[in-house]
């Protein structure tokens, strides 16, 4: 006779699905591509591969996951979209089981990949980089570059385990850990009027005209310091480029507001700016490491996560 909790066993392991990683895989590929033609190019295998595996996982799990359209490749059923949205971590964590196996634990090697929101990238990857070469030398990072609903999308869809960005606009799904802030400035052309300051009040540049960064949110947030104080501010230019918000303001086309700051005064055509502060009680921006809620992190996502925090704690 077994004992109670050998008992169990037995009857819980017939209850558990009977799929493959390859399966899962290649159902990923295929919801991920929009087809089985391009999954199957993706994965260099045959369509029929992709089909077949897919018609099995579907079986096993007693659903429809997918619907196969000729003309207009794959579209999800709910079950398929559920089934989906947990799949990414479970397959990345697939890996970094084999990783631990493969290594006995001793150290991180693979793959991992991660988000910075734009505007973050120059003045913080290439510190966090060189940190993770120098201690995880088998560890591959991946970075996706981009706005913040980007790197919110791709959060969700398991295309990178973490992402470095600022802490608004995220909902309940994703959970954000501060690790730094960027309180927001003032730039001037050199022969501004203001420039022999080394603070502003915004009330100060109501007439002035301004070029914004103009990028999702961020626009929005550089506006909103002015109009809280009901002070409308007069945009002359907009650009999604930091650097050519900088050159605009160095050949005298108006203020800006940034949150990043440059370790040198120079735009690239080698006109000087200068940095004020701002008199009025302005809250920084949160920097945040973002994940999605409920995806366990692998531990080459954690080890890049303390470096962030680290690279963050040298520079208060």
Not at 75 to 82: D, F, K, N, S, Y
Not at 130 to 140: I, N
Not at 235 to 245: A, D, L, M, N, Q
Request: aromatic share 6%; net charge neutral; glycine share 6%.
């Amino acid at each position: 006779m077994t004992s109670g909790r050998g008992g169990d066993a037995a009857p819980l392991l017939r209850r558990l699905p009977s799929f493959t990683l390859v399966q899962l895989r290649y159902f990923a590929a295929a919801v991920e591509h929009g087809s089985m033609t391009a999954a199957s190019r993706e994965l260099v295998v045959s369509q029929s591969a992709i089909s077949t595996a897919i018609a099995q996982l579907e079986k096993e799990l007693g659903v429809t996951l997918v619907l196969r359209h000729h003309s207009r490749g794959l579209a999800l059923t709910e079950a398929g979209r559920a089934f989906h949205a947990e799949l990414r971590p479970f397959l990345a964590h697939s890996q970094e089981l084999a990783d631990v196996a493969m290594n006995a634990g001793q150290k991180l090697v693979g793959d991992l990949t991660v988000g910075c929101f734009a505007t973050l990238a120059p003045f913080r990857l290439p510190r966090i980089l060189a940190a993770s070469r120098e201690r995880y030398p088998e560890v591959h990072v991946h970075v996706l570059e981009a706005e913040h609903a980007e790197l919110k999308r791709a959060l969700r869809a398991g295309e990178c385990e973490v992402a470095l960005a600022y802490g608004y606009d995220l909902e309940d799904d994703l959970v954000a850990t501060p690790v730094g802030s960027a309180p927001p400035y003032v730039l001037v052309a050199e022969d501004h009027r203001l420039a022999h300051r080394s603070d502003v009040e915004l009330r100060e540049l109501a007439d002035d005209p301004m070029v914004l960064l103009d990028l999702p949110h961020s626009a929005d947030y550089f506006v909103s310091l002015f109009l809280e104080r009901g002070i409308e501010p007069q945009i002359r230019h907009r650009s999604k480029g930091f650097e050519t918000v900088r050159a605009l303001v160095a050949a005298g086309e108006g203020f800006a507001v940034l949150n990043q700051q440059p370790a040198h005064r120079l735009t690239y055509a080698g006109r000087s700016l200068v940095t004020l502060s701002i008199k009025d009680r302005i809250a920084p921006l949160d920097v945040v490491l973002v994940r999605a809620r409920g995806a366990r992190a692998t531990r080459k996502a954690e080890a890049f996560m303390r470096l962030c925090r680290d690279s963050y704690r040298s520079s208060e």
